[in-house]
């Protein structure tokens, strides 16, 4: 272990040791596996979510915690984001006054757990699964997003969206697509969650509906401009998100 000193007024870290997991599987891979078994992922998507509120827990006993968020300003940047997106995306532009109605609600809804640092970019490519344990890693947030916005204090709301669309990403790469297997899942998953930070994300439904339409946003905008081919996957959930609100 070694450190410098410099004349600048700012710490960075340079480099990060972690333990090797020898056998370690991504819950990308796992999902996929058990899809095409047929098998029952609820287990492990029970554990996944305990492990998240961990997780959470952990970031917030490290970092400062702020208040609750002010959910007018998350809205309006939710919108703008939006309308952003629509202009880059034409197939998304029929769906924007739905979609709207999600970030809209969330001036009515409470404010929810208060703002902390978080993963940022959380989906079942960013843990794996070694023996009884999940361990997340890549705190990197979303690429695109400005470090500065991805070093500050959001709700944990947003990676819990986060890695309830990766189930349904997990879904429907299935033939024909297992919609079932993606609710038992997500389900799973947040009664994990609430069982470890013990509050239950479903109770704060205005905030996750919010929050998972913003991923949806965001990944319809990365499909577009990556990997065309996987984005009849968000223009699905942006649909059902627009029209059923659920």
């Not at 998972?212 to 996957?233: F, G, I, K, Q």
């Amino acid at each position: 272990m070694a450190w410098f000193q410099t004349k600048h007024p700012f710490k960075a870290t340079l480099g990060v040791l972690q333990p090797y997991l020898r056998d370690a599987s991504d819950g990308w891979t796992l999902a996929l596996h058990a899809l095409a078994a047929g098998d029952d992922f609820t287990a492990q998507a029970r554990a996944l979510g305990a492990a998240t509120a961990e997780v959470h827990l952990a970031l917030a006993s490290a970092f400062p915690v702020g208040e609750p968020g002010e959910n007018g300003r998350t809205a309006a940047a939710m919108t703008e984001r939006l309308a952003a997106a629509a202009h880059c995306v034409p197939a998304l532009q029929r769906y924007v006054p739905g979609l709207r109605t999600a970030f809209a609600a969330l001036t009515t809804c409470d404010a929810g757990p208060p703002a902390q640092r978080i993963h940022g970019d959380l989906h079942l490519g960013q843990v794996l699964r070694a023996g009884r344990e999940w361990f997340v890693i890549d705190f990197e947030g979303e690429p695109s997003r400005p470090l500065s916005e991805r070093r500050s204090a959001h709700s944990p709301v947003r990676d819990i969206a986060g890695m309830l669309r990766s189930f349904d990403y997990a879904a429907r790469q299935h033939r024909p697509w297992r919609p079932e297997w993606a609710r038992r899942c997500r389900e799973a998953y947040c009664a994990g969650y609430a069982a470890r930070a013990g509050w239950d994300p479903r109770k704060k439904h205005g905030l996750l509906r919010a929050y998972e339409t913003d991923r949806a946003v965001y990944e319809v905008l990365y499909e577009a401009r990556h990997r065309p081919d996987w984005l009849p996957v968000p223009m699905a959930a942006i649909e059902r998100l627009a029209v059923r609100g659920d």
